[in-house]
């Protein structure tokens, strides 16, 4: 079965700019959770989306939305991009049902100038 | 905040069963304790959970204690492939969130 994919894999942009990345869940999964990683802070959970309705958010300013399409695939939009947003964001699927496991993707690198 | 507290680096030769240990005296009687690991800039990877149980795959051994306040992930025979840093989590409240700590960097040594 193939695993969860991102793309893009790297991504370079500049402040201001907006950027939209794409996370594909393992088959039969139905929620897709994203997570932001920075040297500094770790990683910090953004958001879930579970049968196109976003189900959970983290604490993060609303230039980071996301949503959920009828086949589970999701994206996630970061506006007016910030030198902090420079990070690796990963998404995770899973079934969805409580203590499901999630199994992450690789990740999309960006980084802003 | 995280759940769990880990020490933040170890060292285990290779070949050799690395233990790595959590603390999670704050865990629920319905919440299970996950473990993953991160191996360089890579998506971190399932290893292995367990609620009251003992546990164990083909990746590793999840030993959990009676009141399961603590438990040690065991890798039986450690190899350089297995350096990455390594996080035990548990899901929190309602939403079933997944919080993760600063982990172990668990570094095999040749």
């Known amino acids: 079965k193939a695993g969860v994919t991102q793309t893009p894999r790297y991504l370079i942009k500049t402040r201001g700019q907006q950027v939209t990345l794409s996370c594909s869940p393992i088959?039969?999964?139905?929620?897709v959770s994203w997570y932001q990683q920075t040297p500094g802070q770790g990683l910090q959970f953004l958001f879930e989306y579970f049968s196109e309705t976003q189900r959970n958010k983290g604490n993060f300013p609303g230039r980071f939305s996301g949503r959920q399409f009828s086949n589970s695939r999701s994206e996630m939009n970061v506006s007016t991009l910030e030198l902090g947003d420079s990070a690796l964001y990963l998404c995770a699927s899973s079934f969805g049902g409580r203590q499901e496991t999630q199994y992450f993707g690789p990740g999309t690198r960006l980084l802003v100038l | 905040d995280a759940k769990t507290t880990q020490p933040p680096s170890m060292d285990c030769a290779e070949g050799r069963a690395a233990n790595l240990p959590c603390n999670h005296s704050?865990?629920?009687?319905?919440?299970?304790v996950y473990w993953y690991r991160q191996i360089h800039s890579q998506g971190p990877q399932y290893i292995i959970h367990g609620l009251k149980n003992n546990e164990t795959n083909e990746m590793a051994s999840l030993i959990i204690t009676e009141d399961r306040k603590s438990s040690t992930l065991i890798l039986p025979h450690a190899t350089l492939r297995d350096t990455a840093v390594y996080y035990c989590i548990v899901r929190v409240g309602r939403d079933d969130k997944i919080i993760f700590g600063k982990g172990t960097r668990l570094h095999i040594l040749p």
């Open positions: 088959s039969g999964h139905r929620s």
């Open positions: 704050t865990i629920s009687g319905n919440e299970y």
